[in-house]
């Protein structure tokens, strides 16, 4: 028994070595062009880089913009005051061109000097607000990248209101026409620009601006020549200032916010809404 397996292991052993054993087929050596155009044309390559987040504005580029739409604006909104006689200017007056008799008579286009510095340092205030309160809470997108549209109807909307306060000033008493221009003031910022950085804006706009006017104006008194008294209200009601002025600074909050945002993300990056 003991030999009949021993033949049997010995026959099942020759049988394995002389069954076929597979052919490995081995590729020819490649020349190094070869290799390369391989690499190019491997699934594996990495393509190009991702396209990254839109760059902003170089802060110089946006501050600058931001100070030329302030400094351009100013002079257009105050001519309507100082051209409806709401205030009238002692020092550094620039008066250009007669005015027709529906204008009111006078000079078609009046401001001062020192206007548009003002209005560029009030609109690089309001940008700078605007940026660190929208870091802290970010606005939705179609007001974090506002399109040309929104941030021009804001802008449109703050100079009919700057207009109107004027068209107000010359029949109703100041504390009446700041109880008709606030809800206005309010449903402006809530109509194009209803975030929480641009309500601060406009709240710290409708307080530093009438304080800073409380200074160019003299105090109301407080100061002696020839500090402030650059120029006067018509009928002031608070330190010589008038008090409807409040809620025209507060609504230059929202217009201002989008016009810095929009600078700021490229002019509007393309940006609906």
């Known amino acids: 028994m003991r030999s009949l397996l021993v033949v049997l292991c010995a026959l099942h052993a020759s049988h394995a070595l002389q069954a076929p054993r597979p052919h490995l087929v081995t590729s020819p050596p490649r020349t190094p062009l070869e ?8 699934p594996l ?7 990254t987040e839109e760059r902003e504005t170089p802060t110089a580029q ?3 913009s931001l100070a030329l739409a302030g400094a351009a604006l100013g002079p ?31 000079h078609l286009f009046q401001t001062a000097y020192w206007v548009p510095p003002l209005f560029a340092l009030a609109a690089l205030i309001i940008g700078g607000i605007d940026a660190v309160v929208s870091s802290q809470r970010p606005p939705p997108p179609e007001l974090e990248k506002p399109s040309g549209r929104r941030v021009a109807g804001a802008v449109a909307a703050f100079v009919a209101l700057y207009a109107f306060s004027a068209l107000l000033a010359t029949g109703l008493a100041p504390a009446t026409e700041a109880l008709v221009l606030w809800p206005l003031a309010v449903l402006l910022w809530r109509a194009h620009d209803p975030t929480l950085a641009s309500f601060v804006a406009g709240a710290a706009t409708a307080v530093g601006g009438p304080a800073i006017e409380v200074a160019l104006l003299g105090g109301g008194g407080l100061f002696a020549e020839p500090f402030g008294h650059l120029y006067a209200y018509g009928r002031p009601d608070v330190l010589g200032v008038e008090s409807w002025i409040l809620p025209v600074y507060f609504a230059g909050g929202p217009a201002v916010a989008l016009v810095s945002r929009w600078l700021r993300r490229g002019a509007g990056g393309g940006a609906v809404g």
Not at 35 to 42: A, G, K
Not at 77 to 101: E, M, R, W
């Open 35 to 42: 290799l390369r155009r391989s690499l190019h044309t491997s």
């Open 45 to 51: 390559r990495a393509g190009p880089p991702a396209e």
């Open 62 to 64: 946006w501050l600058a």
């Open 76 to 106: 257009v909104c105050d001519n309507f005051h100082s051209a409806a006689g709401v205030l009238g200017y002692t020092k550094y007056q620039i008066a250009l061109g007669p005015a027709p008799d529906w204008w009111g008579g006078g």
